[in-house]
């Protein structure tokens, strides 16, 4: 199974052990796991050392999991993203990312990131379809899933809780499948 792909600005690659410092310190802020995974579980350095070790032990597809530190050749890490929730019987799987800090979101990093991922799933891991769940707070996160030519799938209404604010909120569903990506446009332009 391929764990990295390079592009122009950014490198992915599988997290490891020495990752755990980096990723607990985007864990620990609100602001980081408010967009990307909310209730994240409150975790030690050593714990998440121990879990990224215990998951180099398997492969990611037994797993149905695969985490990517996201490299910038000059910034160095700055976010992950997620093959999660991955079938081998149906060939899909559920599409998260995240940037670290509010000044890399918005400057075409999420748009490399989420090309690198694409080209991972449907031309390495052969899938029929990736999908992502977004909360409705999160219209950036929703503008560019809907620009790489995801279809909104529907609302699951106050499908999640945020223990923070406690309080529901609904979830986008998107997807996109092998024959979509390869027919479109916008993504052949990139």
Not at 16 to 30: F, G
Not at 121 to 143: D, G, Q, W
């Amino acid at each position: 199974m391929v764990l990295y792909n390079q592009g122009h600005n950014l490198r992915l690659r599988q997290t490891i052990p020495e990752d755990a410092s980096i990723l607990l310190n985007a864990y620990q802020d609100e602001s980081f796991t408010r967009l990307y995974r909310s209730n994240t579980k409150e975790q030690t350095e050593k714990q998440l050392a121990k879990m990224l070790a215990d998951r180099l032990e398997h492969n990611p597809a037994e797993l149905g999991f695969i985490e990517y530190l996201v490299e910038h050749k000059w910034h160095g890490p700055i976010g992950v993203a997620l093959l999660t929730d991955y079938s081998s019987l149906h060939k899909r799987a559920e599409y998260l990312i995240g940037l670290f800090n509010q000044k890399h979101r918005s400057v075409g990093y999420g748009t490399e990131t989420t090309l690198l991922i694409l080209d991972l799933a449907f031309n390495s891991y052969k899938l029929n379809r990736i999908y992502t769940y977004v909360y409705e707070y999160n219209e950036c996160s929703e503008k560019n899933t809907e620009k790489f030519g995801f279809k909104r799938e529907g609302i699951l209404e106050k499908h999640h809780y945020l223990q923070h604010e406690e309080r529901f909120v609904n979830l986008y569903i998107n997807g996109m499948t092998e024959a979509h990506f390869r027919s479109n446009e916008k993504i052949r332009r990139y």
